[in-house]
């Protein structure tokens, strides 16, 4: 099993960005799978996550209504559109999944099975 997270760069504020995670070794669009984020000397919080099972997405109150949580089931990667960029955006970005069929997201990262391996996002103000 393995993710592999992608698309992070440095943007302006005011910018764009598409995070990409990739699955190998399941099929992703019979899990949870979340994007979380962990800005330097923060706690890792969780932005986004699309659920399975009531296929509910979940948005962060800080990211709601600029950022996009979508599934190519096809390609088996989900995908983080992250629009209007603000200098607090600025933080390493992972995907990770919940391996059990049926479960719920969370909001807790420890409740997540696999991780991407993070991809950096720096929006300059």
């Known amino acids: 099993v393995q993710l592999q997270a992608s698309g992070g760069g440095l943007v302006q504020a005011g910018g764009s960005l598409r995070l990409s995670c990739a699955a190998s070794g399941f099929t992703m669009d019979y899990y949870a799978i979340g994007w979380f984020r962990q800005a330097p000397g923060k706690e890792r919080e969780r932005v986004s996550c699309?659920?399975?099972?009531?296929?509910?997405?979940y948005y962060a109150d800080s990211v709601s209504g600029r950022f996009t949580l979508s599934r190519d089931n096809a390609k088996n990667t989900v995908y983080l559109q992250m629009n209007k960029l603000r200098s607090e955006d600025t933080a390493v970005y992972y995907c990770a999944a919940i391996l059990h069929l049926g479960r719920e997201c969370s909001e807790i990262h420890q409740s997540y099975d696999y991780w991407g391996q993070g991809t950096l996002v720096t929006v300059s103000s």
């Open positions: 699309s659920s399975y099972r009531t296929g509910s997405t």
